[in-house]
T-cell receptor
Framework: EPEVTQTPSHQVTQMGQEVILRCVPI?????FYWYRQILGQKVEFLVS????????KSEIFDDQFSVERPDGSNFTLKIRSTKLEDSAMYFC???????????FGPGTRLTVL | DQQVKQNSPSLSVQEGRISILNCDYT??????FLWYKKYPAEGPTFLIS?????DKNEDGRFTVFLNKSAKHLSLHIVPSQPGDSAVYFC???????????FGQGTTLQVKP
């Protein structure tokens, strides 16, 4: 069964450093999303991406964040200068025609020290 | 901004009995509702969904009920199994491609 994959599974970085989180959505899907879950809190929407552009973003998704689909398979989330409060699980999701739902990847745990 | 709320942080039921998880929402623009199951250190796994034109959707042991007038949905699991023990999130969106707004989650424990 097709699935969304994410790398790395765990990323540790120093405050102020740039990180890139990578996702490979399901191959025929057209809509892509990033969500995050801070420990003990709810899953929060960050951004959605369709037709090579951002379709919607939350107030969390400020100028420090960017997304890109550099080729036909990868979907990346970049945080330019990480803060302590960026520590969270980051989930990528994708949706395709005929899907009941957005399918989520296993997540990347980002730890900012 | 708690547009989707799950007021019970935890629920414990005996194996074989019914588990009922509840969810309330405030945004009347939501027209698509979903339940996800999540284990620690894993991504949410889709369980079942319902659109606003329906009031019930069933898939095996899982049934979702939607009461639009009360802005309330519930997930029934019958019979409950120990393997159902996990965190359950309800989520809502304005369309099936739109962003998902999640509740806080309910931890279900099914005791053998």
């Amino acid at each position: 069964e097709p699935e969304v994959t994410q790398t790395p599974s765990h990323q540790v970085t120093q405050m102020g450093q740039e990180v890139i989180l990578r996702c490979v959505p399901i191959s025929n899907h057209l809509y892509f999303y990033w969500y995050r879950q801070i420990l003990g809190q709810k899953v929060e929407f960050l951004v959605s991406f369709y037709n090579n552009e951002i379709s919607e973003k939350s107030e969390i998704f400020d100028d420090q964040f960017s997304v890109e689909r550099p080729d036909g398979s990868n979907f990346t989330l970049k945080i330019r200068s990480t803060k302590l409060e960026d520590s969270a699980m980051y989930f990528c999701a994708s949706w395709g025609q005929g899907s009941d739902t957005q399918y989520f990847g296993p997540g990347t745990r980002l730890t900012v020290l | 901004d708690q547009q989707v709320k799950q007021n019970s942080p935890s629920l414990s039921v005996q194996e074989g009995r019914i588990s009922i998880l509840n969810c309330d929402y405030t945004n009347s623009m939501f027209d698509y509702f979903l339940w996800y199951k999540k284990y620690p250190a894993e991504g949410p796994t889709f369980l079942i969904s319902i659109s606003s034109i329906k009031d019930k959707n069933e898939d095996g042991r899982f049934t979702v009920f939607l009461n639009k007038s009360a802005k309330h949905l519930s997930l029934h699991i019958v019979p409950s199994q120990p393997g159902d023990s996990a965190v359950y999130f309800c989520a809502a969106s304005v369309s099936n491609t739109g962003k998902l707004i999640f509740g806080q989650g309910t931890t279900l424990q099914v005791k053998p």
